[in-house]
């Protein structure tokens, strides 16, 4: 089956554009992350989405991220008034709930490489 | 709060030589740990995970990690290294409490570099 797909691939744009990053996860999966990887912090968390429950957020960097996910399927992250401290590489993630709850294997889309001039 | 730390960020080995990836980790539950690798430009990809069965954990492309209680260690080892090995490799940890996300805190990577 397909695994998790991104879009754009790859996204130049102009400090203080608004920007929208898309994630399509593996069919069936409930649980989606993002996260950012820049060469100066690493692999961050930024948030995650599980069913139709109240997103965590608490790995966003700034209020000018956000994240939605509709119909529990498709995300859209945005980042809006991009700084150049957002080049980064934004991956997706998405993961099977299990039985009791319990989550394990992440499967991650091949990121959004995100250079903003 | 839990955290990974990857002893160095470049690792260099011969072909055919003992591949050995250091990660500890701290966390005050029960962890889930993995380890991803990264080829270039592409996303992450699971090599394997401790989920809290066997101890000694078997991986994709040869590859095996030992979940370590007392050392809090999960180091990636694989007899002998082949030059497609070269990458970046992740170590991470998520908690496995079903109120919890699991999302994943990750290492700062270890970049493997195989010698001909």
């Known amino acids: 089956g397909a695994g998790v797909s991104q879009s754009p691939s790859n996204k130049v744009t102009e400090k203080g554009k608004d920007v929208e990053l898309r994630c399509d996860p593996i069919?069936?999966?409930?649980?989606l992350y993002w996260y950012r990887q820049s060469l100066g912090q690493g692999l961050e968390f930024l948030i995650y989405f599980q069913g139709n429950s109240a997103p965590d957020k608490s790995g966003l960097p700034s209020d000018r991220f956000s994240a939605e996910r509709t119909g529990g399927s498709v995300s859209t992250l945005t980042i809006q008034r991009t700084q150049q401290e957002d080049s980064a590489v934004y991956l997706c993630?998405?993961?099977?709930?299990?039985?009791?709850?319990?989550?394990?294997?992440?499967?991650f889309g091949p990121g959004t490489r995100l250079l903003v001039l | 709060a839990q955290s990974v730390t990857q002893l160095g960020s470049h690792v260099s080995v011969s072909e055919g030589a003992l591949v050995l990836l250091r990660c500890n980790y701290s966390?005050?539950?029960?962890?889930?740990l993995f380890w991803y690798v990264q080829y270039p430009n592409q996303g992450l990809q699971l090599l394997l995970k401790?989920?809290?069965?066997?101890?000694l954990v078997k991986g994709i492309n040869g590859f095996e990690a030992e979940f370590k209680k007392s050392e809090t260690s999960f180091h990636l080892t694989k007899p002998s290294a082949h030059m497609s090995d070269a990458a970046e490799y992740f170590c991470?940890?998520?908690?496995?409490?079903?109120?919890?996300?699991?999302?994943?805190?990750f290492g700062q990577g270890t970049t493997l570099q195989v010698k001909p």
């Open positions: 966390s005050s539950v029960p962890p889930y």
């Open positions: 991470a940890v998520s908690d496995r409490g079903s109120s919890n996300t699991g999302k994943l805190i």
């Open positions: 069919s069936g999966h409930t649980a």
């Open positions: 993630a998405s993961s099977p709930i299990l039985a009791g709850g319990s989550r394990e294997t992440q499967y």
């Open positions: 401790y989920t809290s069965a066997a101890t």
